[in-house]
Nanobody
């Protein structure tokens, strides 16, 4: 059974940091993070290639967020720094069989249940 389990969300003040984790039963997949704010569509945040061979970020998080993976642990991480209130959303871990440059949600075939991140002003 495929599993992706996120953790690490919470409430943080603006300018603060959080680290999200995703433990998965999958291996050798492109892994990504998406987020969905209340009343908005799900949007791409970041993706990392199999074996960490490359990364891609949404412009809105570039320079503030870092995606990484530890294949020995089947885990993916999202380090979020300099958080802003507009980063408030449910964050989802997802897996894709496609290139990291396929950042649309339909390219990702497996999804976690999400973890809430709330940034106060």
């Amino acid at each position: 059974q495929v599993q992706l389990v996120e953790s690490g969300g919470g409430l943080v003040q603006g300018g603060g940091s959080l680290r999200l984790s995703c433990v998965t039963s999958l291996s050798r997949y492109t892994m990504g993070w998406f987020r969905q704010a209340a009343g908005k569509e799900r949007e791409f945040v970041a993706a990392i290639a199999r074996s960490g061979g490359g990364t891609v970020y949404a412009d809105s998080v570039k320079g503030r967020f870092t995606i990484s993976r530890d294949d020995s642990q089947n885990a993916v991480y999202l380090q979020m720094n300099s958080l802003k209130p507009e980063d408030t959303a449910v964050y989802y871990c997802a897996a894709s069989r496609k290139s990291i440059y396929n950042t649309d949600a339909v390219s990702f075939v497996f999804w976690g249940q999400g973890t809430q991140v709330t940034v106060s002003s």
